[in-house]
Structure formats: C-alpha cells, structure tokens
C-alpha cells in the first residue's frame, strides 16, 4: 500500500464528514490533490470546503450516478473515497427512493469506473449495517457481525457495502470497507440530533426527544473518523473491513442533558416527541482490529469538550445554518417530530 496518492477523488466532499476529510487531507498530506465530486443537494454546502487552497482542492458539481461524467475525471486519479450518500434516517422512512439512487446504484456506477480505469476504492459506510443491540447486552459489533440492518436508510448501505465485497472478489478490484459509528463535530447538517437540539435552543424552541431518550449511541468525533479513514486509505490490507468507533457510547436522554447544561437551561427544558419507525436501541463499535493492525487511535476523547466546542461553532456561525432551519422543522412537524 503507498504511504500517499498524488490526486484521490472525495465523494460526497461538500457533506458534513467529506468535507472535513478533505481539510484533514490538505492539511496534513499537502502532497496530495482533492477533486471533490458532489452533486450539492440540500446536504451539500459548498462552504464546507471554501478558502482551500485552489490548487489543492478542485469541485465538481455532479451526481455519482452520471457514468459518462465518471469517465470525464476518473482517469489520472489514484485513489477514490466514497462518502457521498443519503444519510439521514427520517429522511429514508418519508421516502426511501433517493437513498436507493444515490447509496445502492451510486456506489454500483463508481465500483463500476473503478474497475474500467484501475483505481483504488474505500467505502465509507456505516455501524448501522449490523442492526441494533439491546440496552443491557454486553457485546459490540465486530467485523464479524452478521449484517442486519432494520431502516430504509442503513438497508441500503448494507447493499452498498455488499456490492463492494463483491466486486473485490469477482474483479479483484483494490478495495477496503469502514463501517463507522455516529459522527459530531462542526458542519453537521441541522437535521440530526445534536445540531437540531443546538439550533432549537439558539431559537428559543424546546430541544425534541424521541420516545423514552433511552436509545444509545456510540459518538466520535468527525476529526478521529478522518484520520481513521486516511489510515485505512494508507495502509488498510486490500478486502478488508475496518470497524471505527471511540468508545463513546451515551444515551440520547444524557446527551441532551449536557446540551442543555453547556447552553445554561434547565435540564428538564425539552419536549417528548414521538418515537422513531423501528427505532434502532443501540450502536457500539470495537474498533480493537484497526487500532491493533493499523495503529490508529482516537485523539478526540473528551466528549463534554468537543459538544462545548461544537455549540460555539453553532452559535458563531449562525449564516451557515439559519436559512434551512425553518425548513428542516417544517419536514419534522409534518411527522409530529
Ligand atoms: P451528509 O448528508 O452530510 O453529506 C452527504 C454529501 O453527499 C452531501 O454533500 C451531498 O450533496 C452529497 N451527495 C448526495 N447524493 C449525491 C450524489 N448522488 N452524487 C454526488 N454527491 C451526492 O452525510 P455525512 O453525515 O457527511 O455522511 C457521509 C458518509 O458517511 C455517508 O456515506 C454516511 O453513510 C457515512 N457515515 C455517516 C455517519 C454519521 O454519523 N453522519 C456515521 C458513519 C458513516
Ligand atoms: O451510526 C451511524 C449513523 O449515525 C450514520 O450512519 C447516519 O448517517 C447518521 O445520521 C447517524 O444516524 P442516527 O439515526 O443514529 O442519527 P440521528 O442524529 O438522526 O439521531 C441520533 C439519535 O437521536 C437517534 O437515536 C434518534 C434520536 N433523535 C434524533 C433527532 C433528529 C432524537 O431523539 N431527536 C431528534 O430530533
């Protein structure tokens, strides 16, 4: 495996992970040239990636499904990291079709001009692949976990992935599969549960929990998932999978508490709303073989500072979220959320 690649192509870039690889890449291998290959819909904000240096990072507005615009850039590149999907929950159970588009035939047309132009893959999926756990089992998921996953949405990046063990095997194509665990940082669309509950506060309006709160998540940093994935991209062993996670497992209901807390409100200032469809219980990842085989390991582990440092970020950059806040709560108060 090399130690770098001259020019990778990030897809999904202007998303709220993509982006941030892309700033860990030019930041840290500024050998390396990005084009970033994003179709910007309402999850894609340009500004992620703004103020890069032009020589480093190029965009090109596209959706990943356009075979004939793969053939245009794929050609020169080394190395392609896949990131680009639907990937909020509600969103798939309102209507499923966009996620089958974009994460099942997506990453089909990109295994596919991989294979046409010899070029090194990894696939960014995710730990909801393996289902859900129960709140008092003791085990976590592991690379041998068999694949269960209850949405539309984590169905349909189960599919991806199996698409990518079976091209690797038939095509020999140059591939590695990470199946991360729930991302916070900076840049998150206002859609998911930390940010929403941060921008509701900021607006005056009561954070909102679905059903008993009692729903775990394993949380990590999206600098660690960046790094996690640049070590795989460098030194994975091709057809395998890596499992990324910090050990940062915590109910929704203590989540929420530390908002309200950092943001000085009573922790009781929250409404109850109604329960998710097939709500998966609980994540938790042992990331134990990428941190043996790779070395990799989390540097972001205090999550009580990170949430501090990811309220500033919302309450300083109010332009970056403001004009689709009135809109994502339109789509949650359409299904009582
Ligand atoms: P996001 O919704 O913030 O960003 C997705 C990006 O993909 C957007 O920029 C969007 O414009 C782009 N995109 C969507 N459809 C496209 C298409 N057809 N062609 C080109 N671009 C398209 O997503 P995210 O939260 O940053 O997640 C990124 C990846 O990481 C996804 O594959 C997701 O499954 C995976 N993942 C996410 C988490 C998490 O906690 N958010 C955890 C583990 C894995
Ligand atoms: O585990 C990795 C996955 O994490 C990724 O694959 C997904 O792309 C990402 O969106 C995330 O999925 P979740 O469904 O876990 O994240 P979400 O932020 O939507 O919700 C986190 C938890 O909070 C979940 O138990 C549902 C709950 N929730 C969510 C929202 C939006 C609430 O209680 N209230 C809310 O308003």
Not at 45 to 59: C, Q, S
Not at 76 to 90: F, K, L, P, T
Not at 196 to 204: V, W
Request: charged share 25%; net charge negative; hydrophobic share 30%.
């Amino acid at each position: 495996m090399p130690d770098t690649y001259k020019n990778i192509i990030v897809t999904g870039g202007c998303g709220f992970i993509g982006s941030n690889f892309v700033h860990y890449v030019v930041n840290n291998h500024p050998e390396v040239h990005v084009t970033v290959l994003d179709k910007l819909t309402y999850a894609g904000n340009e500004e992620n990636i703004a103020g890069l240096p032009e020589d480093k990072v190029e965009l090109v507005v596209g959706d990943i499904c356009d075979k004939k615009l793969l053939d245009e850039i794929m050609p020169g590149h080394d190395a392609i990291v896949h990131y680009a999907a639907e990937s909020h929950n509600d969103n798939s159970i309102v209507d499923p079709e966009p996620f089958l588009h974009t994460n099942v035939e997506g990453t089909y047309c990109l295994l596919e001009a991989c294979k046409k132009y010899d070029v090194r893959y990894h696939h960014v999926s995710t730990d909801e692949v393996y289902g859900d756990l129960a709140l008092d089992d003791p085990a976590r998921f592991t690379e041998e976990t068999p694949y269960n996953p209850s949405s539309p949405y984590s169905s349909t990046k189960a599919a991806s992935d199996l698409l990518v063990r079976a091209w690797t095997r038939t095509y020999d194509l140059k591939t590695t599969i990470s199946n991360c665990s729930n991302n916070y940082g900076p840049y998150q669309h206002i859609e998911k549960f930390i940010p929403r509950q941060i921008t509701n506060i900021i607006c005056g309006v009561k954070p909102k929990l679905y059903g008993d709160g009692l729903n775990v998540r394993d949380w990590i940093h999206t600098e660690d998932h960046s790094s996690a994935v640049w070590t795989i991209l460098t030194k994975g062993k091709i057809g395998e999978t890596y499992l990324i996670g910090a050990d940062g497992e915590k109910n929704n209901i203590d989540v929420l508490h530390a908002i309200l807390r950092g943001m000085g409100k009573d922790e009781d200032e929250f409404d109850w709303v109604k329960d998710r469809p097939g709500h998966d219980r609980r994540y938790a990842i042992d990331s134990a073989k990428l941190r043996r085989e790779l070395g990799w390991k989390p540097q972001y582990t205090d999550f009580e500072g990170g949430l501090a440092k990811t309220i500033q970020w919302y309450r300083d950059n109010e332009a970056w979220w403001r004009p689709v806040k009135e809109a994502t709560e339109a789509k949650y108060a359409k299904v009582g959320q």
